[in-house]
Structure formats: structure tokens, C-alpha cells
Nanobody
Framework: EVQLVESGGGSVQSGGSLTLSCAASGNTYATYTMAWFRQAPGNPREWVASIWGSDTHYLASVKGRFTISRDDAKKTLSLQMNNVQPDDTAMYYC????????????????????WGQGTQVTVSS
């Protein structure tokens, strides 16, 4: 069983920065595909970024502003969010699945088996 706990959310002004963190359990963390999703009120959950090893991928609207990274020794996942915009306002979730799931499946919510409880990010204009 893998447990994920997010932290680092909060309120920030447009153009500001925020770093989200996710602490994971499990003995084989280095083998997990990890991802960040987000969900704004009234919208479906949306894939934001994913990482497997050093291979990273981003939603087009956050590419160049957000950076996903992982520390396998500490079993942590991070999302550095720069130049945040009001459209980035959402509940952000950390997600994990064991192994590499392929370039198409990494975008899909159903591909991930483990989820954190979420951390709220609110961006004011």
C-alpha cells in the first residue's frame, strides 16, 4: 500500500510562486510513475505533469512555468509553480502508480492507483 501526503498549498497573487510537496511511503518509490493532477470547482480532474525517472512531461498551459521533480532517496515529489495565474486555482493532487505506464496512459486519471488527499492552491489577480 502506498500512501501520499501533499503539502505546500496556499494563497498567492498572480505572478507569484508556490512549491507543492508530496511525501510517499513504499519500498520501491524509485519505480513509481508520479504525477500531479488538479481539479477546479465544476471541472473534471486534469493531469498537470508526470515524471518517471528523469523523464518529465507537462500540460501545455503550465509548460515553462511549472517544474516537476522527485527525490527518490527522500521519497518525495515536488511541483515548483512559477508565474501562477488565476486559472491555476484548484485542488492539487499527487498520484502514483508502480512502473512505467506509457506516454498515453500517463495523462489518464484511471491509470494511477494511489492518490493523496489534495492541497488547495488559490491564485488571486
Amino acid at each position: 500500500e502506498v500512501q501520499l501526503v501533499e503539502s505546500g498549498g496556499g494563497s498567492v497573487q498572480s505572478g507569484g510562486s508556490l512549491t507543492l510537496s508530496c511525501a510517499a511511503s513504499g519500498n520501491t518509490y524509485a519505480t513509481y510513475t508520479m504525477a500531479w493532477f488538479r481539479q477546479a470547482p465544476g471541472n473534471p480532474r486534469e493531469w498537470v505533469a508526470s515524471i518517471w525517472g528523469s523523464d518529465t512531461h507537462y500540460l501545455a498551459s503550465v509548460k515553462g512555468r511549472f517544474t516537476i521533480s522527485r527525490d527518490d532517496a527522500k521519497k518525495t515529489l515536488s511541483l515548483q509553480m512559477n508565474n501562477v495565474q488565476p486559472d491555476d486555482t484548484a485542488m492539487y493532487y499527487c498520484a502514483a502508480v508502480v512502473g512505467w505506464i506509457g506516454s498515453n496512459r500517463r495523462l489518464l486519471e484511471d491509470s494511477y492507483h494511489y492518490w493523496g488527499q489534495g492541497t488547495q492552491v488559490t491564485v488571486s489577480s
